[in-house]
């Protein structure tokens, strides 16, 4: 992609406008090429906060907003990278590549490959930039794969949008199918990594694909961004290790890791009432089903089998979520509740295992979002419902 001088110095002079605004101006600025440099704009900003290192290039070159929408961010791909390395690696679906600039980086020889021509252009004008020798391969995933020679790891991140736009999360709807695949990909690799949406039903997966060795639930700022499966054709446990992983900042991730085994077998202590402290797990460990598990690894207590939040009676520092110092328990009667919120005219409203929705239940409590109060609206072991109050404990990790 060539772009003129008068074109650089508009993106360069307007890289924090409204390119909405900018898009409507395109009369005013003849010499410049408005759509394209309303295309590197949006990628600008968007990579600011997605993709920083790359935003301080400003060289680089972005694509249109549905593949910056659909690409990585950099914490995301800095994990898929730290559990891979090797000699060579190949990415199947290289797509704007974020994934692979960064994987590959943990090894010695790497090959991209891309069925659209545009976004092989910006790999090919990209990389170098970045210090990166990556072969660059305009070719289907599934074509490359069927001629090409083993490597040590194979990525794939499967389009998961039909034909309509519409978004898709079952591995069938995926494409290329990862199921049809799986031979093969196995075949060819040592490990392969395929990145599928956070909205599947991970027992789905693995019931589906027969050679994943590992699971990696991952989320950001409590944000589920990924389900990675690890795929190896050697023999593997029966019982796959799934990894818990939230990205809270650069310094800070919480990780737990569980089995599906002990997820079954694992008791469930039932607390009476709530106590001290109130536990909210992050996302990741909800996504991943790890809801007894937690209770064999801290010293927690379940308010009921299905609400998926946890009480103690001294504060369990290290647990991988949100901590909350009880102030307060209401039933749901019309004098009590309106003692219990006497003054409080807005607060954060969480729902678990409730017959309400958070906006039924706020009309109804006349409250507003946000502030420093939490509210907690769920169900008891007894069945009562009851809404806790609570102040966020600060991170101690």
């Not at 060819?188 to 909205?199: D, E, G, H, I, R």
């Not at 647990?319 to 209401?330: A, D, N, Q, T």
Request: aromatic share 8%.
């Amino acid at each position: 992609m060539q772009l003129s001088t008068e074109t650089r110095r508009f993106i360069e002079e307007h890289a924090c406008e409204d390119v909405r605004q900018l898009a409507l101006q395109a009369k005013k600025f003849p010499q410049v090429d408005m759509p394209a440099a309303v295309v590197q704009i949006a990628g600008r900003q968007i990579a600011s906060v997605k993709v920083p290192s790359w935003h301080r290039m400003s060289e680089i070159l972005y694509p249109r907003h549905l593949s910056m929408e659909q690409c990585s961010s950099e914490v995301t791909a800095l994990y898929k990278a730290s559990l891979v390395e090797g000699k060579t690696f190949a990415d199947l679906t290289g797509g704007f590549g974020i994934d692979c600039s960064f994987i590959s980086q943990r090894f010695q020889e790497a090959d991209y490959v891309e069925r659209q021509a545009e976004l092989c252009a910006l790999a090919e004008h990209n990389f170098p930039l970045l210090g990166l020798n990556i072969r660059i391969h305009h070719n289907d995933g599934v074509a490359y794969l069927k001629q090409m020679q083993p490597v040590d790891c194979l990525f794939l991140d499967p389009a998961r949008r039909d034909g309509h736009g519409g978004k898709t999360v079952a591995i069938s709807d995926c494409e290329p199918d990862i199921s049809e695949w799986e031979e093969r990909l196995v075949d060819k690799a040592q490990t392969v990594m395929v990145k599928l949406s956070p909205m599947l039903d991970l027992s789905l997966a693995l019931n589906t694909l027969k050679h994943v060795r590992e699971v990696h639930v991952v989320s950001v700022n409590n944000e589920c961004k990924e389900l990675l499966l690890l795929l190896q054709k050697a023999s593997v446990s029966s019982e796959i290790p799934i990894h818990c992983e939230h990205i809270v900042n650069a310094d800070e991730h919480q990780h737990f890791v569980f089995t599906q085994a002990q997820e079954r077998t694992s008791d469930c202590p039932l607390a009476a009432q709530v106590e001290a402290y109130l536990y909210e797990p992050n996302t990741s460990i909800l996504k991943a089903g790890a809801f007894r598990s937690l209770t064999q690894t801290y010293p927690l207590k379940k308010l009921h089998v299905s609400s998926h939040l946890y009480t103690s009676s001294h504060l369990v520092e290290d647990f991988p979520g949100r901590i909350f110092k009880v102030e307060g328990v209401s039933g749901f009667g019309k004098k009590e509740l309106k003692t219990f919120l006497q003054g409080m005219e807005k607060a954060n409203l969480t729902i678990r295992n409730f017959p309400s929705s958070v906006a039924e239940l706020r009309k109804r409590l006349k409250l507003k979002e946000g502030g420093e109060d939490y509210l907690f609206a769920t169900t008891l072991a007894d069945e009562s419902k009851v809404i806790v109050k609570g102040k966020k404990v600060l991170s101690v990790h």
